[in-house]
């Protein structure tokens, strides 16, 4: 009788460990959801799969998920992981405003959120937002074009086009603002001029940063300002997918002095163009440093620990002002790449060609 109350006591003690600590009986391990907008773009796949294998190594159960850039198929990945028993959530969202049922029926049971890279918008139920500091890759991205113009001293003027992103990424106004901001004063003195006119972000954002969108409407610009042999000189792309876009337009269309071109993702097609003079630089986003940082902020959740964060002021969604860690950004282009992008790892000589 007296061993059978001991294993009672031992069963009772056991099951309150894992109420606590949230492992399930069968893993012993905390579950974790990754719910990630596409398997399309480069950027994405290398996400997830950072992601995944940081959480892995780090002792925890992972679902990572991808939804195809269709919003209805994110909604019902995320709640099936809310029912499914993961104790925290991180989501890149599709579209930032599209969550709010799976994000309240998070908060009902209790499973925090971090937002990943985009911002969910128009809803409380966002505790904390990792990314890397969005409006800095706008501002490396514009010093860039000021610096190699030397807007400061030459004399101009020199012709610019704008592609940014999705309208449903909060962070593409980021992008744009911060590239724009830079070169504004060069655009209002006239030493910058928009040819096509197209200067603000509802004019030149680019749906779901698609490529082909891109291509197509840089092909209707160069048809429609520039087939007459005037030059673009600067032509400023908010990522990569929306870079090529650009330049596959140029390819066909466009018999000038070839532009300069930003860029953001460091996608092996770009940093290849990069070597091949067809763009001129992409801010790198080193998302092993950023999944290292959601590591660490899902374990100090889970421990009930204080969470890293070094910005509680800039990210308001529309609801709150969401506690967020900033990664910082640097560029690559042709002369510093080897070091940005080979001695770190992050690419193998044999991925560049």
């Known amino acids: 009788m007296k061993a059978k109350k001991i294993l009672g006591t031992i069963l009772c003690a056991a099951m309150a460990i894992t109420a606590l600590t949230g492992c399930s009986a069968g893993s012993g391990k905390n579950k974790v959801g990754v719910s990630m907008p596409t398997k399309d773009l480069q950027r994405w796949n290398q996400d997830g799969d950072n992601m995944k294998k940081e959480l892995e190594a780090a002792g925890y159960e992972v679902d990572l998920q991808y939804a195809n850039n269709d919003v209805a198929t994110q909604l019902s990945q995320v709640e099936n992981m809310i029912n499914s028993g993961c104790k925290v959530i991180v989501i890149a969202a599709i579209e930032g405003s599209s969550l709010g049922t799976a994000l309240d029926k998070a908060a009902a049971k209790k499973i925090p959120v971090i937002a990943y890279d985009r911002l969910l918008m128009d809803n409380a139920n966002v505790d904390y937002y990792a990314t890397f500091d969005n409006y800095m890759v706008g501002t490396i991205q514009g010093t860039y074009v000021k610096d190699t113009l030397d807007l400061d001293n030459?004399?101009?003027?020199?012709?610019?086009?704008?592609?940014?992103?999705?309208?449903?990424?909060?962070?593409?106004?980021?992008?744009?603002?911060?590239?724009?901001?830079?070169?504004?004063?060069?655009?209002?003195?006239?030493?910058?001029?928009?040819?096509?006119?197209?200067?603000?972000?509802?004019?030149?954002?680019?749906?779901?940063?698609?490529?082909?969108?891109?291509?197509?409407?840089?092909?209707?610009?160069?048809?429609?300002?520039?087939?007459?042999?005037?030059?673009?000189?600067?032509?400023?792309?908010?990522?990569?997918?929306?870079?090529?876009?650009?330049?596959?337009?140029?390819?066909?269309?466009?018999?000038?002095?070839?532009?300069?071109?930003?860029?953001?993702?460091?996608?092996?097609?770009?940093?290849?163009?990069?070597?091949?003079?067809?763009?001129?630089?992409?801010?790198?986003?080193?998302?092993?440093?950023?999944?290292?940082?959601?590591?660490?902020?899902?374990?100090?959740?889970?421990?009930?620990?204080?969470?890293?964060?070094?910005?509680?002021?800039?990210?308001?969604n529309g609801k709150k002002v969401v506690p967020s860690y900033l990664c910082s950004p640097v560029f690559a282009d042709a002369n510093n790449y080897k070091t940005i992008l080979l001695d770190s790892g992050y690419y193998t000589a044999d991925q560049l060609g």
Not at 227 to 245: F, H, M, P, Y
């Open 154 to 316: 030459a004399a101009g003027p020199f012709n610019i086009e704008f592609t940014a992103g999705d309208p449903g990424d909060n962070n593409a106004g980021f992008f744009f603002n911060g590239a724009y901001d830079v070169l504004k004063p060069y655009i209002e003195s006239g030493k910058l001029v928009v040819v096509s006119g197209q200067n603000t972000f509802e004019q030149v954002a680019t749906p779901s940063w698609k490529t082909e969108t891109a291509q197509s409407r840089a092909e209707n610009i160069l048809s429609s300002y520039y087939a007459d042999g005037t030059n673009v000189d600067v032509w400023l792309c908010s990522n990569d997918s929306t870079a090529l876009g650009v330049e596959n337009a140029l390819a066909t269309n466009y018999n000038g002095s070839y532009p300069i071109i930003t860029g953001q993702d460091c996608d092996i097609a770009n940093v290849k163009n990069m070597l091949q003079g067809k763009q001129s630089m992409s801010v790198f986003k080193d998302t092993r440093t950023l999944a290292s940082q959601v590591v660490k902020m899902v374990t100090q959740i889970l421990k009930g620990e204080t969470v890293e964060v070094n910005d509680t002021k800039t990210y308001d």
